[in-house]
């Protein structure tokens, strides 16, 4: 209950007693060891050697809520604290709020555009929405582009590039 008042006491801008903010901190530590106890539970290795996966889990109605909440944060932290390189998969940004929510917590955000999907103007519109959340955009995939396509630029300079197939035989 404590966790829940602070962090709407913090949301509304109010200040905390110093005996508020040291239960709030006790609440926030037990968290943190509760959820370093649950993640080591769901991590899931891979075939990839020091690659580790952890499922979605559940789906939550509050998940925007989630998103920004000290648990989330503290899982983070757990996270950078524990490997190189953390990775957050996650919805279309359009899709839901849950994406740009958690994008500016991120190091740095890859937008992925799927060919013959995405329309122009809903990537124009998401990457919009990161920038308003102060997410750090780092750089673009151009997902599913066939390169035999007829409407990949290079499709027709092929004979310029050399087709391998033609040369191996």
């Not at 509050?62 to 957050?88: C, H, I, K, W, Y």
């Not at 937008?111 to 102060?134: D, G, H, P």
Request: proline content about 4%.
């Amino acid at each position: 209950m404590i966790r829940t008042l602070s962090q709407k006491a913090l949301r509304s801008n109010s200040t905390l007693t110093p005996d508020d903010a040291r239960l709030l901190k006790e609440t926030i530590d037990q968290l943190d060891e509760i959820m370093a106890r649950r993640v080591q539970k769901t991590m899931l290795e891979t075939s990839i050697p020091n690659l580790f996966f952890i499922p979605s889990g559940k789906f939550a109605d509050n998940a925007g809520e989630l998103f920004l909440s000290p648990s989330t944060e503290a899982f983070l932290r757990q996270m950078r604290d524990r490997f190189d390189f953390v990775v957050l998969d996650s919805a279309p940004v359009l899709a839901a709020d849950d994406t740009p929510s958690l994008a500016p917590s991120a190091d740095g955000v890859i937008f992925v555009a799927r060919n013959r999907f995405t329309r122009a103007r809903q990537a124009t519109k998401a990457i919009e929405l990161l920038r308003q959340r102060q997410a750090k955009l780092i750089g673009l995939v151009y997902n599913c582009e066939s390169l035999h396509s007829r409407d990949n630029y290079y499709y027709k300079y092929k004979e310029y590039y050399g087709d391998k197939r033609r040369s191996a035989a």
